[in-house]
């Protein structure tokens, strides 16, 4: 059974950081298509950061150049590093997996950005 488990959201001021983790288990983990998607209310999933088996990324322009995803095999785990943070980053954050054109969802992590 594949188990993805976020953590670290919380509530951080604008010009934070923050750093999800999302821990897998039950997956080949190192072939996987990794990636972090987030949901405000009364809006779409959309996404916000990938990362391929071979260590290629790919940011949602909203996010570029303050958002970093990284993966680490060793541990089964995606990081997504965010910095300089704003309200409008504010949402319930979702790990996703892909392996052979089946995704798999974490729970999901609450990031709240305000002062």
């Known amino acids: 059974q594949v188990q993805l488990v976020e953590s670290g959201g919380g509530l951080v001021q604008p010009g934070g950081s923050l750093r999800l983790s999302c821990a897998a288990s039950?997956?080949?983990?190192?072939?996987?298509?990794l990636g972090w998607y987030r949901q405000a209310p009364g809006n779409k999933r959309e996404l916000v950061a990938a990362i391929t088996g071979g260590g290629t990324t790919n940011y949602a322009d909203s996010v570029k150049g303050r958002f970093t995803i990284s993966r680490d095999n060793a541990k089964n785990t995606v990081y997504l590093q965010m910095n300089s943070l704003k309200p409008e980053d504010t949402a319930v954050y979702y790990c996703n997996a892909e392996l052979f054109r089946i995704n798999y969802w974490g729970q999901g992590t609450q990031v709240t950005v305000s002062s």
């Open positions: 039950g997956i080949n983990f190192r072939i996987s298509a």
